[in-house]
């Protein structure tokens, strides 16, 4: 594809998307400033990714979502810092909360490096649990929970019935809590 093509395709996504998107990150990140930063650094890796024609984007939505969602726990993760949750045994039904309360939530306590470690560790585990779920389960689990777009709005894109994708998604969800079982019972017996 030549560079004035992709510069073409690029004025497009950006005059596509940055209304959505600038909606889904002000719904997210409290500083104006620190939202148009986001947004401006994820149509800079959006062209950076264009320019590899080696490995080009499927999904261009999914790809900004996703992007967008990641660029957003980098900036929290970097102002806020994040403390270690404490995991008691007898609450079972809350592995997923407990596992996203580590990944997703600030809290003002020190961000220590057994945290950031354990963080890896367990966005490790989530990453393989997810790679081993039948591709649509996994496919509406990471639009919705991990991109955070609606399922009536996937329904409509890939033309699949609202209730068929939140049939996948609770299946995805069963499989998850309970493969994730196993590390959340690792961290509370260490």
Same mark, same amino acid.
């Given at each position: ?14 005059? /596509? ?12 990140? @409290?500083? #104006? ?43 929290? =993760? ?9 995991? %008691?045994?007898?609450?079972? %039904? ?5 596992? @996203?309360? +580590? +990944? ?13 470690? +354990?963080?890896?560790?367990?966005? =490790? ?7 081993? +779920? ?9 639009? =919705? ?23 996948? /998604? ?8 309970? #493969?994730?079982? =196993? ?8």
């Amino acid at each position: 594809m030549s560079n004035n093509s992709n510069q073409k395709n690029l004025k497009e996504w950006i005059a /596509k998307y940055t209304p959505r998107l600038k909606s889904f990150i002000r719904g997210r990140v @409290s500083s #104006r400033d620190d939202a148009d930063d986001i947004l401006q650094d994820v149509f800079y890796q959006l062209a950076k990714k264009m320019d590899n024609a080696m490995n080009p984007i499927e999904n261009t939505s999914a790809w900004l979502y996703r992007v967008t969602q990641n660029m957003i726990i980098n900036a929290q =993760t970097k102002k806020k810092e994040v403390r270690m949750p404490v995991f %008691q045994e007898d609450e079972d %039904q809350n592995v997923l909360e407990e596992i @996203s309360g +580590l +990944l997703f939530h600030e809290v003002e306590d020190e961000d220590s490096p057994e945290t950031k470690y +354990l963080r890896s560790l367990v966005w =490790t585990e989530l990453e393989n649990a997810l790679a081993e +779920l039948p591709a649509e389960q996994r496919e509406i689990f990471e639009l =919705t929970e991990l991109d955070g777009v609606p399922v009536k709005e996937i329904s409509k894109t890939i033309g699949v019935p609202v209730n068929t994708l939140l049939s996948r /998604k609770h299946y995805a969800i069963v499989y998850l809590r309970k #493969r994730l079982q =196993t590390i959340y019972n690792d961290l509370i017996s260490t």
